[in-house]
């Protein structure tokens, strides 16, 4: 099997491409690595396409996967996964902000120290500080009280993986943030981290959005709901349905008490109102939620992509 497998989701970066490819290059060859380079472009409206097909005519070792449009990264990363056959996978991004000099140290901490992921901690960070570093900092502390796993920094792209974690897990709308969570759901417990050296954009700008802190605890909650009540989802709507069913029907009994000492109407209450909107809520989380959650979860076409071109051996 071949040593590593690294997959690089891109998105407009057609300037750094040249020096990221040279810079794996150059560490594998310096260690002696049998190697591949996926380069996973999201749908890029610049020249990045053209950069990978002259880069693969130089190296065999390149293999480029083109999106007819932008998916976002988890989409990117979870069909790089599905083309990997390295023994030990490597994610990285494309903005040359994460070191291949790294790469070493993760290959050896995945097949000596027996880890399953190894996750990046950009310990000494060079982007905004009201921007990104104050939001992340918050981000990881929040996601781990949540899930219970000691990382400084869940969504840094350098990561290292046992080749059977990335062809476990599955990875779909913007859920590349958590990959640790869902490796862990998986089974895969052994989670290490490695701190290593950040560097400042060199080329582009930053595809970075405010509105992807929002999207992410979102997706977090998501997460953690289907990590734990996706074989089981009538333990979560069940206990929720039931209490607020009980809600209603003590409004409900509460009212007929009334009615009997004070003989009043029972639709001139407020109780009576009360009463059915709990009822029938309790009701609609037994159904609407619990169906709604299922249908989400098994839904057939939720991780298909349009590939419009790949160089011929990329699904090899």
Request: proline content about 3%; glycine content about 6%.
């Given at each position: 099997?071949m040593d590593i497998?690294v997959?690089?989701?891109?998105y407009?970066?057609e300037e750094?491409l040249?020096?990221?490819t040279a810079?794996i290059d150059?560490v594998?060859?310096?260690h002696g690595?049998?190697?591949e380079?996926i ?6 409206t610049?020249q990045s396409?053209?950069v990978i097909?002259?880069?693969r005519?130089d ?7 083109q999106?007819?449009?932008?998916y ?7 069909v790089?996964?599905e083309?990997?056959s ?6 990285m991004?494309?903005d ?10 993760l ?12 996750s990046?901690?950009?310990k ?5 500080k009201?921007?990104k570093?104050i939001?992340?900092k ?7 009280k949540m899930?219970?796993i000691?990382?400084h920094?869940f969504?840094c ?6 080749s059977e974690?990335?062809?476990t897990?599955?990875v779909?709308g913007?859920?590349?943030r958590?990959?640790?969570?869902i490796a ?5 417990n052994?989670i290490g981290?490695?701190?290593v050296?950040?560097?400042?954009r060199?080329?582009g700008?930053?595809?970075?959005g405010?509105?992807?802190f929002?999207?992410?605890?979102l997706d977090l909650?998501s997460?953690m709901?289907m990590s734990?009540?996706s074989?089981?989802p009538m333990?979560?709507?069940?206990l929720?349905?039931?209490l ?8 409900l ?6 009615k ?11 109780f009576?109102?009360?009463s059915?909107f709990?009822m029938?809520?309790g009701?609609?989380?037994?159904l609407a939620g ?5 249908i989400?979860?098994?839904s057939?076409?939720?991780?298909q992509y349009?590939i419009?071109e ?5 699904w090899k």
């Amino acid at each position: 099997m071949m040593d590593i497998s690294v997959v690089v989701p891109l998105y407009n970066e057609e300037e750094s491409l040249p020096e990221l490819t040279a810079w794996i290059d150059r560490v594998m060859q310096e260690h002696g690595f049998s190697y591949e380079v996926i380069l996973v472009d999201d749908g890029s409206t610049d020249q990045s396409w053209k950069v990978i097909q002259q880069l693969r005519e130089d190296k065999p070792q390149i293999k480029g996967i083109q999106f007819r449009r932008n998916y976002g990264k988890s989409a990117a990363l979870n069909v790089g996964f599905e083309h990997t056959s390295g023994d030990v996978v490597i994610t990285m991004d494309a903005d040359l902000q994460d070191s291949p000099d790294e790469i070493p140290t993760l290959y050896r901490m995945i097949k000596e120290d027996g880890y399953d992921l190894v996750s990046g901690w950009k310990k000494v960070r060079y982007d905004s500080k009201i921007a990104k570093n104050i939001p992340s900092k918050f981000f990881n502390w929040t996601t781990r009280k949540m899930s219970g796993i000691q990382l400084h920094d869940f969504n840094c792209g350098l990561k290292a993986y046992k080749s059977e974690v990335v062809k476990t897990i599955e990875v779909y709308g913007e859920m590349h943030r958590y990959i640790p969570v869902i490796a862990k759901w998986a089974g895969f417990n052994k989670i290490g981290e490695l701190a290593v050296h950040h560097s400042k954009r060199k080329y582009g700008t930053t595809k970075f959005g405010m509105n992807r802190f929002v999207n992410g605890y979102l997706d977090l909650m998501s997460i953690m709901f289907m990590s734990k009540f996706s074989k089981q989802p009538m333990h979560f709507f069940g206990l929720i349905g039931t209490l607020s069913f009980l809600l209603g029907m003590i409004a409900l009994i509460i009212l007929i008490v009334m009615k009997c000492l004070n003989a009043i109407y029972i639709t001139d209450s407020s109780f009576f109102y009360l009463s059915m909107f709990f009822m029938i809520l309790g009701a609609l989380l037994f159904l609407a939620g619990f169906l709604g959650e299922l249908i989400s979860r098994n839904s057939a076409n939720r991780n298909q992509y349009a590939i419009k071109e790949k160089t011929e051996d990329a699904w090899k």
